[in-house]
């Protein structure tokens, strides 16, 4: 009985040791710092070509300067895109935009009434006024696993994304010349959709304001890509992405001031009406499927990316 159990022991003891042997150490560089992340470490991720570029104009014969690189988004959507490890083999994924912007431009217009305007005094003005808004949301999660102990590293995962966007410009413009139907029905007003100053409502319309439809989308995609990490904590690497995608436009609203033929008169007639304008939306299951944000532009790529581990 003795025997067994001390056989038994010693059986254990060199499985432990056998095991221990067999964990990889910890890969650091000369200096004693650590190459691959590590729990509680945080990552973004940059778009590699300008790096690279910079990199390889060392190779070259050409005689044009080697302009310095610059830190530019993954995507056109301008989303940061960062990593929190919560041990050296998992990491939760974030994306994030939050944008607004406005913007106004203002012209002048002769002031009604506009005739011959006088050389002295000079003609009196008004001020037309665009004013242009825009937003964009964006909201990502996800979590990474990975894989390998040498400084190539692979790892695979999944993350789901919330986005609401204007599809285009919502536009508000604001006139001088005020319109009448009885006293002012073709006012003077700067057309800012052709740059045209000192244009007549008799050419047909004005626009007050045009507003598209906002855009809603959520995409759920699976992801596989790897790293390899050149200097300690900072790595190159690429991904493919997998899954579905679904966005909307709702309709939106153009509305105008408008002078038109009445056709059950055909007498001259104004106002102010209200059109709504066309809406879509899209359904999608496919590789590198509009990867960031609902950004058709990386379909079917794989993002090269630089990442700055901290």
Same mark, same amino acid.
């Given at each position: 009985m003795k025997k067994i159990i001390l056989t038994a022991t010693m059986a254990i003891c060199t499985? =432990? #040791?056998f095991a221990q042997s067999a964990a990889p @150490?910890? #890969?650091t560089s000369k200096r004693g710092e650590m190459i691959l992340p590590e729990a509680g470490d945080w990552a973004i991720s940059f778009d590699a070509s300008p790096f690279l570029t910079y990199l390889g104009s060392f190779f070259t014969s050409s005689s044009g300067l080697n302009p310095a690189p610059t830190a530019n988004f993954l995507g056109s959507n301008q989303t940061i895109i960062g990593k929190y490890f919560v041990d050296e083999?998992? @990491?939760?994924r974030g994306i994030l935009r939050i944008g607004f912007s406005s913007n106004s431009l203002?012209? /002048?217009t002769l002031q009604d009434p506009n005739g011959a305007p006088a050389t002295n005094p000079p003609p009196a003005m008004v001020s037309d006024k665009l004013s242009v808004s825009s937003h964009f949301i964006g909201l990502g999660a996800g979590m990474e696993k990975r894989k390998g102990h040498t400084r190539l590293q692979g790892y695979y995962g999944a993350e789901l994304m919330f986005w609401l966007s204007s599809t285009g410009n919502d536009s508000t413009m604001t006139y001088g010349n005020a319109y009448n139907s009885s006293t002012n029905p073709t006012p003077t007003f700067y057309n800012? =959709? %052709?740059g045209t100053a000192n244009q007549s409502m008799s050419a047909g319309y004005r626009v007050i304001s045009d507003k598209p439809g906002s855009t809603f989308g959520i995409s @759920? #995609? @699976?992801f596989i890509g790897f790293e390899y990490f050149f200097m300690p904590k900072i790595s190159v690497g690429a991904e493919y992405t997998w899954g579905i995608t679904f966005w909307s /436009? +709702? /309709?939106g609203t153009l509305e105008l001031e408008q002078v038109y033929t009445d056709v059950s008169s055909g007498k001259p007639a104004d106002g102010t009406f209200s059109y709504k304008t066309s809406n879509t %939306?899209?359904? +999608?299951v496919d590789t590198g499927v509009n990867s960031i944000f609902g950004n058709s532009s990386n379909a079917g790529k794989a993002d090269l990316n630089i990442i700055f581990h901290f």
């Open positions: 499985i =432990g #040791l @150490a910890p #890969l083999k998992t @990491a939760y203002t012209e /002048q800012f =959709g %052709s @759920a #995609l @699976a /436009q +709702g /309709q %939306s899209h359904f +999608g």
